[in-house]
Antibody, heavy 119, light 106 residues
Framework: QVQLQESGPGLVKPSETLSLTCTVS????????WSWIRQPAGKGLEWIGR???????NYNPSLKSRVSMSIDTSKNQFSLNLTSVTAADTAVYYC?????????????WGRGTLVTVSS | DIQMTQSPSTLSASVGDRVTITCRASQSILTWLAWYQQKPGKAPKLLIY???TLDSGVPSRFSGSGSGTEFTLTISSLQPEDFATYYC????????FGQGTKVEIK
């Protein structure tokens, strides 16, 4: 069965770039949409963006100026970059499969990885 | 932006109770709504999509209804493993989640 696993630094300094990778195993990354979602401690979920294997992207308008996503089909991985981070970006970051076309929900999730922004 | 508002924020219930959680959208989202269950330290799990379709393997005690701006998630007979936080998500325009409803033991 398809599984997702996030990886990346657990600590990022303010003003620097947060970079995470999600590895998809047990299935192909191709022909699907993939997303990043985050959750600050004790708070709700915030969708960050999604990407199709063709390179098409949609980003949350509130984060659009700082977010970029990329995909490497040869490695079955997709990645998130979030620039100019502040303490407000401290959260558990989840990667997920976004099922659907123009409208999507999240049917598969990684376990999540905690990223702390601190000097 | 479409805002999603869940009520209540916290719900105290006993095993066997019928539980209903409401999710309201700030504008019509037709039936583009999903429900998730999240347990502490775990990723959310998809329960229902398109307002009322149960995801594979989800027990039939869970049901969803609604359209437009008002939606409900019902658990017909609460089981010990159902104590968790539940989130709704609209996917009519990008994606927005509700703030969550914690179902706790009474």
């Amino acid at each position: 069965q398809v599984q997702l696993q996030e990886s990346g630094p657990g600590l990022v300094k303010p003003s620097e770039t947060l970079s995470l990778t999600c590895t998809v195993s047990g299935g192909s990354i191709s022909s699907h949409y993939w997303s990043w979602i985050r959750q600050p401690a004790g708070k709700g979920l915030e969708w960050i963006g999604r990407m199709y294997t063709s390179g098409t992207t949609n980003y949350n308008p509130s984060l659009k100026s700082r977010v970029s996503m990329s995909i490497d089909t040869s490695k079955n991985q997709f990645s998130l970059n979030l620039t100019s981070v502040t303490a407000a970006d401290t959260a558990v970051y989840y990667c997920a499969r976004a099922w659907g076309g123009a409208s999507w929900y999240f049917d598969l999730w990684g376990r999540g990885t905690l990223v702390t922004v601190s000097s | 932006d479409i805002q999603m508002t869940q009520s209540p924020s916290t719900l105290s219930a006993s095993v066997g109770d019928r539980v209903t959680i409401t999710c309201r959208a700030s504008q019509s989202i037709l039936t583009w709504l999903a429900w998730y269950q999240q347990k502490p330290g775990k990723a959310p799990k998809l329960l229902i999509y398109k307002a009322s379709t149960l995801d594979s393997g989800v027990p039939s005690r869970f049901s969803g209804s609604g359209s437009g701006t008002e939606f409900t998630l019902t658990i017909s007979s609460l089981q010990p493993e159902d104590f968790a936080t539940y989130y709704c998500q609209q996917y009519n325009s990008y994606s927005t989640f509700g703030q969550g409803t914690k179902v706790e033991i009474k």
